[in-house]
């Protein structure tokens, strides 16, 4: 195996929360990402497992950021970050997420609301989309360049569709249209989100049809409703698609975002690195909140950031493309949300609050995966430099420092105890993620280390061919097994001689003489996967199909066959 690289979803459609997946909740409620739950739930986010809602994380479920993948590379992608229940979209080089851990009120300029008094939230009609959409629209894409360096979307053109129905949503208004226009014009209804082109500029298209997009219900006061939520998760994507250049070319991608990055984390799971970064952004959080407090709390998020980069250097060396990439993405992502939906529109303070209050909630427990705690740390990391005068825009282009660095650059850091509570919150959840993900990835594991077993190594779909819509539950780095290991992976594998069908199934995925491989450990001698001749046929509940292969090159000591 060689040179890995993970391609960083292209999508991270954080809408985080609109589609979930597995994992377990994290505290710090971040709303978006990967459905995770983060504990510290900074609004919107997804909620599988990291209270702090980060969308597309776990429950990730997306189509194709290129198996192994580079962080460079993504063009067309149906949301990336979007928290989602597991509902897969194809989108080239992108994972999503869906939207759990948004809030089921009203919300100001969208056109959702709940159920007074019955906890589950309303899950909006397409013309609520339509309506609170442009509302979202109109208020802050004409001021998303304030936020960030070429990031004025006041001509990006928001196409919206159920599949049935589709709206044109700009600056200026709502033009009618119809699915069968855009499909004249070339633009597909996505999966659930992609990049596109509408009237010659750059547009952004969004499958709303009922049943994609799931909602959980949000704490009570809460105000971001279901299609704030989405907008937040669309304003992320598109500033993905546009600003760090996903969708322009692989020339046109921050070079901040070419280096090599991985969003797996190792398993089994550890608490101390998931306890410092909660820590770091708790800290950072309190800078924002209280300015009053900043120095002695830079001082201390300093302090947990040396001491993570200090213990756990692979994994800062890993996760710090995505915490730029992830990071200034959901900075950009819910600004664009206070814009729209502080009152008034326009006033700072309001924005602030509407941070505080709705967007940023502290970590009261940790995540099960260190890609998720990137959303909330860039968002925090982004606020604070901004307060202090930093040009960090520009530095997290080019690279190599995240926000995080920036911000904490040139602060001593101040020794701080482990928080007893958090710390044994976090213990507890690590220990019961572990069991519950030994039970899927043990056995994976097991049979890729079973000298019987040979190794199957499916490459990508055939050039001009759309890899088809992906999910998964999270992704891991194990000890003696190169590449990373996919939690849950579910995927039709095209290749020139049938489809593979895996669902929900444990599987591997690394970069084997420059192709990124999907590889699957199979029994040749019989059972649900024997191989007769140069074919190879599979019976299992979760995986099937026959293929025709060939002998392929040795690979961690093992015998391997590549679908053809």
Do not use: C
């Amino acid at each position: 195996m060689t040179g890995r690289r993970d391609r960083l979803p292209v999508l991270v459609l954080l809408v985080a929360g609109l589609v979930t997946g597995g994992g377990q909740p994290s505290q710090w409620d971040l709303a978006d990402q990967a459905g995770r739950e983060a504990r510290w739930d900074p609004a919107g986010q997804s909620r599988q497992g990291a209270r702090w809602a980060l969308g597309a994380q776990t429950g990730r479920t997306g189509q194709a950021a290129p198996r192994t993948a580079t962080t460079t590379a993504a063009t067309a992608a149906t949301a990336t970050d979007l928290v989602t229940t597991a509902v897969t979209t194809a989108v080239t080089g992108t994972d999503t997420t869906a939207v759990t851990g948004t809030g089921t009120t009203a919300v100001t300029g969208t056109g959702t609301t709940a159920a007074a008094g019955t906890g589950a939230a309303a899950e909006p009609a397409f013309a609520d989309y339509v309506a609170g959409l442009k509302a979202d629209v109109a208020r802050a894409w004409p001021r998303a360049g304030t936020l960030f360096p070429g990031a004025d979307f006041s001509t990006l053109v928001l196409l919206v569709s159920d599949g049935r129905q589709a709206a044109a949503i700009t600056a200026e208004g709502v033009t009618p249209t119809s699915v069968a226009e855009m499909e004249r014009r070339g633009v597909a209804v996505p999966e659930l989100i992609a990049p596109a082109e509408w009237d010659g500029r750059h547009a952004v298209a969004i499958n709303t049809a009922l049943g994609r997009l799931r909602f959980e219900p949000g704490p009570d006061g809460q105000r971001i409703g279901p299609v704030l939520t989405v907008f937040d998760k669309i304003t992320h994507e598109a500033f993905r698609f546009y600003v760090q250049g996903f969708a322009l070319g692989p020339d046109m991608v921050w070079p901040s975002l070419r280096a090599e990055g991985r969003r797996a984390t190792e398993y089994p799971l550890r608490a101390a690195p998931r306890l410092y970064r909660a820590m770091i952004y708790n800290e950072l959080r309190e800078a924002y909140r209280a300015p009053d407090t900043r120095p002695a709390r830079l001082a201390a998020a300093a302090y947990w950031a040396e001491r993570w980069a200090r213990e756990f250097p692979a994994e800062r060396r890993r996760i710090a493309v995505v915490d730029i990439d992830a990071g200034t993405a959901e900075y950009v992502g819910k600004s664009a949300v206070a814009m729209a939906a502080a009152t008034p529109p326009g006033g700072r303070r309001e924005q602030r609050a509407f941070l505080l209050n709705e967007l940023l909630k502290p970590a009261t427990g940790g995540t099960d995966s260190v890609d998720l705690e990137s959303y909330p740390i860039g968002l925090a990391a982004g606020l604070v430099a901004d307060d202090l005068g930093l040009d960090w825009k520009a530095a997290v282009v080019n690279g190599p420092d995240t926000p995080l660095d920036l911000v904490v650059r040139g602060v001593t850091p101040s020794t701080r105890p482990e928080p007893a509570g958090l710390r044994r919150t976090i213990d507890e959840q690590v220990a019961q993620a572990n069991t519950e993900i030994a039970m899927d990835l043990d056995p994976a594991i097991a049979a890729f280390r079973d000298p019987r077993t040979a190794l199957l190594l499916v490459p990508p779909p055939p050039e001009g061919t759309q890899p088809e819509p992906r999910s998964l539950s999270g992704e891991y780095i194990v000890e003696r097994v190169p590449g990373t290991v996919y939690r849950r992976f579910t995927q039709k594998l095209r290749v020139n001689s049938g489809v593979l069908e895996a669902k929900e199934l444990s599987v591997f995925a690394d970069q084997v003489d420059g192709v990124d491989y999907t590889i699957i450990p199979f029994d040749p001698t019989g059972g649900d996967s024997p191989l007769s001749g140069d074919r190879v046929r599979f019976t299992s509940t979760d995986l099937t199909g026959d293929l025709q292969v060939r002998a392929g090159p040795m690979l961690a000591g093992k015998k391997t066959f590549v679908a053809q």
